[in-house]
């Protein structure tokens, strides 16, 4: 009886404090969330099955976080959504991926085309307001100022025309080093003190003196990565770069592809792997699905010795 008065006091107490007894969120269970992600991509990409695609992003979203799912994938749903002749369901995923982001200003012939003229046509009449939703979540920080400010210094006047005529090759790329040299403190610097999460085009600036920053941004990056908080496909392509690009060396995960001749009909090849018979298991510890399923979504010829699994 002691006990349950205990209880009861307690619970009244925190009921005027303010707290919530309510059991927490469960935590963003990574591989099952990219596993299934993956699953949507192959299902809409290669086998054009629309309702196990939206079934599949419909998993998605009961078992996302506030980062996932994110525009791409509503978007997603919502020319599912639009095949499958839902009208009203493609425009209530469009107004989801615009208030995760989607710029419905751009490529709007394409838009149409792909959901509808009835779902653009709702959406772009809410649009300023929806647009509005989406300017209020994004996070406050460093980062976000750190790149306005890169547009109005030396870093975007050293790319200027003027620049390019008055200076030669050498000592545009001395600026340019110069310039990148101390954005890349100041972000560090940021990043450091908690005040925005490594990202931005600022990372892609990792060459010369800045390598010696790599495994910090690097670590970082993972951190993000594992929270739910950046795709594995976007930390992939950063890592392959930096190893390929500025590194030199043969790339980890085979997210850099190229293409030897232009056409409509042209196949992309992919950069050296560090590991044909290995990249697969890197792949999956990142939540990035197997390299045949990439090569037959984005269209790229698969590495000498890659061997593909038996279906």
């Excluded at 949507?40 to 196990?52: E, F, M």
């Excluded at 994938?73 to 615009?98: P, Q």
């Excluded at 870093?155 to 620049?163: G, K, L, Y």
Aim: net charge neutral; glycine share 4%; charged share 20%.
């Amino acid at each position: 009886m002691k006990n349950c008065f205990t209880i009861a006091v307690c619970t009244l107490a925190f009921s005027l404090l303010g707290f919530k007894s309510d059991p927490p969120a469960p935590s963003f269970d990574f591989h099952s969330y990219w596993n299934k992600y993956n699953e949507s991509q192959y299902l809409l990409r290669v086998d054009s099955n629309y309702i196990k695609t939206l079934n599949c992003i419909k998993w998605l979203e009961s078992n996302g976080n506030s980062t996932f799912p994110d525009m791409n994938t509503f978007y997603d749903a919502a020319r599912c959504s639009y095949m499958l002749r839902d009208s009203l369901g493609a425009v209530a995923y469009l107004e989801k991926s615009v208030i995760k982001g989607m710029n419905l200003l751009n490529n709007s012939e394409r838009i149409k085309n792909e959901v509808g003229t009835f779902a653009f046509q709702s959406v772009f009449s809410r649009y300023a307001e929806l647009h509005k939703q989406y300017s209020a979540s994004k996070a406050e920080s460093m980062h976000f100022l750190l790149e306005d400010k890169k547009h109005t210094t030396l870093d975007q006047f050293a790319r200027s025309a003027i620049m390019r005529e008055t200076l030669d090759k050498d000592q545009l790329a001395k600026i340019m080093n110069y310039v990148d040299s101390l954005n890349m403190a100041e972000h560090i610097a940021c990043v450091k003190q908690g005040l925005c999460p490594p990202g931005g085009m600022i990372t892609y600036h990792l060459y010369g003196k800045n390598e010696v920053y790599f495994p910090f941004i690097d670590s970082c990056m993972k951190v993000e990565l594992f929270a739910g908080r950046m795709q594995p496909s976007a930390y992939a392509f950063w890592y392959d770069r930096q190893l390929g690009y500025v590194q030199h060396v043969p790339q980890k995960y085979g997210c850099n592809v190229y293409y030897t001749e232009q056409s409509a009909t042209a196949k992309a090849k992919i950069s050296p792997l560090e590991s044909v018979d290995s990249v697969d298991f890197y792949r999956t510890e990142i939540g990035l699905p197997p390299l045949w399923q990439s090569a037959e979504m984005s269209g790229f010829n698969l590495p000498e010795g890659y061997k593909r699994p038996k279906k």
